[in-house]
């Protein structure tokens, strides 16, 4: 059985930062590609970044280069998502997700975790 948890979501202001993290149970972690998505409400599930097995490769969505950090450590199992200057456009319920490839495309992760939301306050 594999999980991922999220954790780390919370409310902040405009300007704030957030770290979130994602504990993964249940496989090989080190050998997956980990990506972060994000659903704001009436919205569709968002690709936002991904980092490859070795945490050597990483890619960001433009809206979120230069703001936003993903990382790994894959002795702890688990993956992490910096957040900095967060705007109100941030606000949305942030998933991490594994699979076997990194990818922009979220039908090809196979593991995804319940999500934390992120409330970003003006």
């Known amino acids: 059985q594999v999980q991922l948890v999220e954790s780390g979501g919370g409310l902040v202001q405009a300007g704030g930062s957030l770290r979130l993290s994602c504990v993964v149970s249940?496989?090989?972690?080190?050998?997956?590609?980990m990506a972060w998505f994000r659903q704001a409400p009436g919205k569709e599930r968002e690709f936002l970044a991904h980092?490859?097995?070795?945490?050597?490769?990483?890619y960001y969505i433009d809206s979120v280069k230069g703001r936003f950090t993903l990382s790994r450590d894959n002795a702890k199992n688990t993956g992490y998502l910096q957040m900095n200057d967060l705007k109100p456009e941030d606000t949305a319920v942030y998933y991490c997700?594994?699979?076997?490839?990194?990818?922009?495309?979220?039908?090809?992760?196979?593991?995804w975790g319940q999500g934390t939301q992120v409330t970003v306050s003006s």
């Open positions: 249940g496989r090989t972690f080190s050998s997956y590609a």
């Open positions: 997700a594994l699979g076997t490839i990194a990818t922009m495309t979220r039908e090809l992760y196979n593991y």
């Open positions: 980092i490859g097995w070795s945490g050597a490769t990483t």
